[in-house]
Each structure stands twice: as C-alpha cells, then as structure tokens.
C-alpha cells in the first residue's frame, strides 16, 4: 500500500517533515513519526517514500545522515547485534513461540517526546513498539518461531538501560488428579523455617522437615525431562498430613522454567506411579487460569474416620448424631492450625453421616462434608469450638482417630 498522498498534500505536514529532516534521523525513525499512517510497509519504507517526497519538495537531496539523533542507529547497526545475542540466549530452550520486550533508555525517550512536542505529529508509532516489532521479524526469521502476544512460550526482554538481554520462560501447567496411600506425607515441600532450607540441626541437615511430599513424588520424573529445577504445586484443597487420600484429588503443578517443553505425560505418569506412596491419572497440559478454577471450586469430600473413644460407648446417645446433619456447623479456626490461618467462625454443612460400632469403645464414621469443613474438629469438639460435634453429642471423649478421604465429588461425579 503506498503512503497517503493526502499526508503529503498538506501544508502543515510538509512543514513538520522538513524540520524533523534537518535533525538528521534515519528512514526508520523518520517513517515512524507517520507510523500509523498508510499500512502494509515498514517504517523504513516509508520513510523513504517521504525523504525521497522532501527532495522533490526542496530541489536538493536530503540524504540518510550517519547516525541518526534519535535511535543512534539502532536500525542499522545495534538491532543484528541484538537479534544474534537474543539467539545465543535461547539456544537450548525449546519453544514455539516468543514475545519480545523493550525497556527503552530514559534519553531516547526524551528525544522522542521532545521531536513529538516540537511537532505535534499525531500519526507517531512509539520507538519501543517498533524495535519490539523489528526484532521480532528478525527472530522469527533466525528460529524459525513464531512472535506471539497472547501467550508466548518465551518473553525476550531488550533492557536498553542495562544493555542486557533478559529471556523469561513460560511455566509449564500439568493437570491431574492424585491419591495418597501412607500417612505422614504432606502434599507441598516443608522447607525448615530455621534455616529456610540450608540445613540445620533441627531439621537435621536436610532442610525440610519431612522425608518427601506429595509434590516431591510427583514433580520428580517431571522436572527432569522439562530440564527443570522448581516447581509449585497447586492442589484442590489439601488432606492432612496424617490422612490418606484415597480418592482422586485434583491438582496443577506448575513447572519453573523448563528448558524442555515436549513430555510425554503418558510415561510421566508410568513413572510417578512406580510410587507405592502416591498415583497419578488424567495428567494434560492446561494454562494457568485452571489454577483459579482449582482453588475458588467447593468440592464435597467424602471421608471414614476410624474413632476410639475413652470409654465404653453408649448406643442410646445415638440418636443425638442426627443433629450433625440437621444443624449447620459452626466451626471456629482449630487450635491445630490457628498458628497460621485467621482466627474466625466458619459456617458448613454435612451433607450425609453415618456410623457403625466396631468394638466397646471404637465406631467408623462415614462423613460427606461442604468443602472447608474440618473433620477431625467434627468429631473431637475441639474444646468447644466445633458446635455440633460427635464427642459432645455422645458424651464420650476421644482418644484417638485416623482419617481418610475416600472421594472427592468433582462436577462430574
């Protein structure tokens, strides 16, 4: 598409052409100033339609200077240096797709804005749009990728300022569903607050006070075919440490900075399940507003909770459990976990309870609960701040319980 002429026909705009010329800026930097003016070229182009339009104009040639006032011949010169330490910086991440970003040096902005005031040019395109843009063409020509700005596999960062280029990896987000067979496992990494990880004498040099994690199994064989060092993992809810999760809890773990992307789920999945602590099905590649979705979903939880209790239990106070179910549930934030979670009064329901005895002193507990709702209170009481609760209900305190989450009722349960 050729440049308007009507830009030309005007007075005013032939006025701001030759006082932008008589700065000495190249075809880029002057092509911009109309950048959004007449599409289907490149800046470059167009302003050599408007030089060559100004040596018509004044009878005399008005040629390229050798460095531009404006960009320092960065169009020339800087732009293929740049363009060959960007590939240096990728070479050996695997992607398809890539954003770049310019964070642009505080006095070529200045020079720009001072050009725009001087000219009151409203058809400008900003100096960072375009390097961004320009490298980006270059990019995609050198690695056969394609410049996305949506949802880049990579965002390629120009600091102009610091003179570095800065390459920001996509995370990778692999969704799945887990169960957990043995108890004392927690499902995230608990690194020592002592020494943040370095290893000390209380968490005996390991920097982290359990042996293993639900994440730790799982992200194991995936950070290593991602070429990976971190990841996060982000769970539907969690089970206690000390419970077993025998449904199949969803979950997201986010893989930090792969250098690989293409894995072969299916085999990671084979790998995790060599486990005889955790397994894992369903494993896909989602994006990371699953994670929201994840978190803010209120999924019922169906558990057994094998109870023994102090003393010998009495049948006749069984009818007072059908209050469980009847009643809402007012439970205040347990003593177990006030230390890190806000002190306040949750209102939940159960939705089913059942029970049979199985000894003098031990029942089973069969619980389908409102997401949020804390089992082991439901049943201890918890000095009072659980109201029902099955210990009060029957009069008898509890000695012990082991709890087990059996199915977690997903939308399509």
Known sequence: MKFPAKILEESDNRKKLLEILKLGVCSNCLGRQWGMAGHGMTNAERGEILREYANKLTGSEVKEPENCVLCNNFFKDGINKIAD??????????????????????????????????????DVETIKSEINREVGKKIEQLTRKKFNLMNPDVTIVIDMNMNVVRVHIKSLYIYGKYQKFERGIPQTKWICTRCNGKGCTFCKGVGKLYKTSVQEIIETPLLKAAESKNSAFHGAGREDIDARNLGWRPF?????????????LREMERKIN?????????????????????KTDRIDKTYIVDVEFKNKIDKKLFKNLKT??????????????RHRRADKMRKRSVKRFSYKIVGNKKMQFKVRAESGLYIKELITGDEGRTQPNASELLENKVKKLSLDVIKIWTGKD
């Open 252 to 264: 997201v773990i986010e893989i930090v900075k792969p250098l690989k992307r293409k894995i072969k």
């Open 324 to 337: 469980i179910t009847k009643e809402p549930i007012m439970q205040q934030t347990p003593l177990r976990v």
């Open 274 to 294: 060599k486990s005889k602590k955790v397994n894992v099905r369903g494993l896909k590649f989602v994006e990371k507003n699953v994670i929201r979705k994840l």
């Open 85 to 122: 330490e960007i590939v240096k910086k990728v070479r050996g991440i695997e992607f398809a797709t890539f954003l770049i970003g310019t964070v642009v040096r505080g006095e070529l902005e200045r020079k720009q804005e001072s050009m725009w005031e001087k000219t009151g040019i409203e």
